[in-house]
């Protein structure tokens, strides 16, 4: 989610308003404090426009 967020240069906050998530809890995501639902994780596929697979990739 980090390096998909780097490459389309979104902060934290754009990706928050895509995704219709808070971005305290997406900022906790990616330090690996706080664990993702399914429910969450298609949230933020769809913010970004991906298939949900392609956050769980790990190239």
């Given amino acids: ?3 998909l967020r780097a490459e389309r ?3 934290q906050e754009k990706l ?3 995704a219709g ?3 305290t809890y997406l900022s906790a ?3 690996s ?3 993702m639902s399914i ?3 298609h949230r933020v596929a769809l913010g ?3 298939e949900s697979w392609q956050l769980l990739r790990n190239d």
């Fill in 1 to 3: 989610m980090r390096l």
């Fill in 9 to 11: 240069g979104w902060s």
């Fill in 16 to 18: 928050a308003e895509e």
């Fill in 21 to 23: 998530l808070n971005r």
């Fill in 29 to 31: 995501v990616e330090r």
């Fill in 33 to 35: 404090e706080q664990n």
């Fill in 39 to 41: 429910d969450n994780l």
């Fill in 48 to 50: 970004f426009g991906v």
